[in-house]
């Protein structure tokens, strides 16, 4: 169970560490804040550039901690958060199956760290080496509490996001028309 707990363990917590990278520092052919920022503006996900940060950082941080068994409980509800606002923002309404861009994928990336911080991160983790190992059914449900919970007080107590400018209205309809020289004059002879 060893070896198992640890290639979980190593295998998720990377991918995350990665996905962080993608949007932090545009690694991996990844985004970078700027980009991804505006991506999320596009999904109605405003402020863009802060929600890209937070979910990089999320994602960084988490699955660095869930790959080095460091402060396991922490890193899994990072990721439960990240999934969270995953579902609620872009799956939720495209239902349950991936195959249809819906949140079955996100359901078990959560289910795979919140089993690891129940479980424990195993002997070969920085938490055993270090005496900070904190595993079990309460760890487990309390990350997935602070997870569920943290991004809804980030929500609520963040600023409002700054109004979008309006359009320059035009003050007359003909500057929106091309102009065009008047027919010449008719002669009778």
Not at 41 to 70: V, Y
């Amino acid at each position: 169970m060893r070896l198992g707990l640890t290639a979980l363990r190593a295998v998720v917590g990377g991918a995350f560490a990665a996905h962080g990278a993608q949007k932090l520092f545009g690694w991996f052919g990844g985004p970078g804040p700027d980009a991804m920022g505006q991506g999320l503006e596009q999904m109605g996900i405003r402020p863009g550039k802060r929600s890209a940060l937070i979910a990089g950082a999320s994602e960084l941080g988490g699955g660095t901690m869930i790959a080095t068994g460091f402060l396991t409980p922490l890193g899994a509800a990072a990721i439960v958060a990240v999934m969270d606002q995953a579902v609620r923002t872009v799956h939720w309404s495209k239902g349950f199956f991936n195959s249809d861009g819906g949140y079955e994928y996100n359901v078990v990336l959560a289910a795979s760290v919140l089993a690891i911080a129940d479980l424990g991160p195993g002997p070969l983790s920085l938490d055993r080496a270090l005496g900070t190992e904190k595993s079990g059914p309460f760890w487990a449900l309390a990350a997935l509490a602070a997870g569920l919970a943290g991004p809804r007080v980030l929500e609520r107590f963040a600023p409002e996001p700054e109004p979008e400018p309006e359009p320059e209205q035009q003050r007359f309809v003909r500057d929106q028309q091309p102009v065009s020289a008047p027919a010449p004059a008719q002669r009778t002879a």
